[in-house]
């Protein structure tokens, strides 16, 4: 089955600094989307992006499907922000697959 | 507002016992789908309806039951046979194969 990496697994800031969070894959897909699971467990919907770029405020996306891969931006960090990032993907005909996630600490 | 509901949020259970958790959605949502999570680890499919009265088993679907007699609901049965199933247990519905959208999850202790 398709293999979703993430990276970097631990990520450390301090508030204000700026990062990026990949996730390469290995197969087509139809679909990916971005979460962040807060400490509580509920997971967010940041963005639906198969391609292209996408913004939402300090948070932007892009996914380059034909290199299998996609970027999360996050400019000028928040305490709120810390939390696990989570990409996921749908290939054709299947069902959506996990990686294994990004755990964000942002430090006041 | 519409959502996805999941009951109950904490739930104990004494070894041998089955437990039943709840997943309703009012998004008219044709797909609904059962995820378990470990602490520390991704999400992992353990089964998933595309419409009502069918379902299909993800890749962790052993111990567990589920049923799809409503649109609305899909609810998950973790039974005895199930070796290990305390975990956090979220469950999610789209339309189709599109965006998918969770519930807040049901953790489930098992003493």
């Known amino acids: 089955g398709i293999q979703v990496e993430q990276s970097p697994p631990d990520l450390i800031l301090q508030e204000g600094a700026n990062s990026t969070l990949r996730c390469n894959f290995s197969d087509s897909v139809n679909n990916l989307q971005w979460f962040h699971q807060n400490p509580w467990g509920q997971l967010i919907n940041l963005f639906y992006i198969p391609s292209g770029t996408k913004q939402n405020g300090r948070l932007s996306a892009t996914t380059v499907a034909t290199e299998r891969y996609s970027l999360l931006y996050i400019s000028s960090s928040q305490t709120t922000d810390s939390g696990v990032y989570f990409c996921?993907?749908?290939?054709?005909?299947?069902?959506?697959?996990f990686g294994a996630g990004t755990r964000l600490t942002v430090k006041p | 507002d519409g959502g996805i509901t999941q009951s109950p949020k904490y739930l104990f259970r004494k070894e041998g016992q089955n437990v039943t958790l709840s997943c309703e959605q009012n998004?008219?949502?044709?797909?609904m789908y059962w995820y378990r999570q470990d602490p520390g680890q991704g999400l992992r499919l353990i089964y998933y309806?595309?419409?009502?009265?069918?379902?299909q088993k993800g890749d962790i679907a052993e111990g567990y039951s589920v049923s799809r007699e409503k649109k609305e609901s899909f609810p998950l049965t973790v039974t005895s046979a199930q070796k290990n199933p305390t975990a956090f247990y979220l469950c999610a519905s789209s339309i189709g194969a599109g965006e998918l959208f969770f519930g807040e999850g049901s953790r489930l202790t098992v003493l």
């Open positions: 998004l008219n949502h044709d797909a």
């Open positions: 996921a993907v749908v290939p054709p005909g299947n069902d959506m697959r």
């Open positions: 309806s595309q419409i009502v009265n069918d379902f």
